[in-house]
């Protein structure tokens, strides 16, 4: 058997939230990627920076508990908590376009967590 090439394979896990961000088809360059997997708040706030002008829609790449199947599921936003002067961990919440918000936190993704304070980061609503 031989190895996977990195180019072709694209590996993840449910260590981190997956974000995949899929480029609007109009008027596209031909040499550009249709979309990207990305590893977290901090990757997708890095990479929304870098497409600057592009159009975009976000999901959550997300396996279901219960039977392990995976689901794509359109993300609204992403929010930041509201934290006290003293904390410097920064925690990253997303919306889905269903009403729900949820932690990145893989620890707190299993079980309900009561929704802190959230300032808004970056919303997805028009892409």
């Given at each position: ?79 930041q908590e509201v ?5 410097d961990v920064v ?8 009403g729900e918000t ?26």
């Open positions: 058997m031989q190895p996977l090439l990195a180019w072709r394979c694209i590996g993840w896990s449910d260590l981190t939230p997956n974000f995949f961000v899929v480029a609007s088809s109009g008027g596209a360059d031909c040499a550009s990627p249709d979309g990207w997997v990305v590893d977290g708040a901090l990757a997708l706030i890095e990479l929304v920076l870098h497409l600057g002008d592009v159009s975009f829609s976000v999901h959550l790449l997300a396996r279901n508990e219960a039977d392990a199947s995976v689901t794509l599921c359109r993300v609204s936003g992403l929010w934290q006290a002067k003293e904390s925690r990253y919440w997303y919306s889905t376009t269903d949820r932690p990145c936190s893989p620890v707190a993704s299993g079980r309900r967590v009561e929704r802190p304070r959230l300032v808004n980061v970056m919303s997805f609503e028009n892409g």
